[in-house]
């Protein structure tokens, strides 16, 4: 079985933040000072860039998450939600 990299889980979890909260890259990227071409790399759904902490912490500021809520496993990030 493939282990997702840091990156790979990351970009899912904050896409599925932004999906779960009716938010766009667009609207994050002017959050986060992020361009939006850089942010589309590091959202890429199947080949994401690696992102920087500075960035993940960044991102993790606009969506009012943690850094280690963005980079934790679906199912983690899932029971942390529902406690």
């Known amino acids: 079985m493939a282990r997702a990299t840091i990156s790979e889980r990351a970009s899912e979890n904050i896409r599925k933040k ?9 609207w994050l990227s002017e959050q986060t000072g992020i361009p939006m071409r850089t942010l589309a790399r590091r959202l890429h759904k199947t080949h994401p ?5 500075d ?3 960044d991102i993790a500021e606009a969506l009012g998450a943690d850094m280690a809520g963005l980079i934790a496993p679906r199912v983690e990030m899932n029971l942390a939600a529902a406690s």
């Open 49 to 53: 860039s690696s992102m920087s902490l």
């Open 18 to 26: 932004l999906e779960d909260e009716g938010r766009t890259q667009e």
């Open 55 to 57: 960035e993940l912490g």
